[in-house]
């Protein structure tokens, strides 16, 4: 069984950056990996993904501009490049992976394998 764990959450002011990681224990190469949030009593919110061969690539309309995706294949690992940062993005930040999806993605689809979620908190 895959397992996801991600790290680089934090408290930034607003406008400030983070990185977030998601280390896999095993090859990502067969998997499409998507990142989430989950702000306290909102629903759980597809924020970004992409695809197995990195050619697609979708961010929701809120990030777009300010976060990047992206993949190491050699380090098992992904990242989620988060600048220009915004009250609004306080949450809990999963990586999750499936490998249904090829080389396509989309930020809402379901996804298998789950991490434990990193926290974000932009706050002056």
């Known amino acids: 069984q895959l397992q996801l764990a991600e790290s680089g959450g934090g408290l930034v002011q607003p406008g400030g950056s983070l990185k977030l990681s998601c280390v896999a224990s095993?090859?990502?190469?067969?998997?499409?990996i998507g990142w989430f949030r989950q702000a306290p009593g909102k629903e759980r919110e597809g924020v970004s993904c992409?695809?197995?061969?990195?050619?697609?690539?979708k961010y929701v309309d809120s990030v777009k501009g300010r976060f990047t995706i992206s993949r190491n294949f050699d380090k098992n690992t992904a990242y989620l490049h988060m600048d220009s940062l915004k009250p609004e993005d306080t949450a809990v930040y999963y990586c999750?992976?499936?490998?249904?999806?090829?080389?396509?993605?989309?930020?809402?689809?379901?996804?298998?394998?789950w991490g434990q979620g990193t926290q974000v908190t932009v706050s002056s």
């Open positions: 095993g090859s990502l190469d067969f998997y499409s």
């Open positions: 992409i695809s197995i061969n990195g050619d697609s690539i």
């Open positions: 999750a992976v499936d490998p249904r999806y090829g080389n396509i993605c989309e930020p809402h689809w379901e996804y298998a394998t």
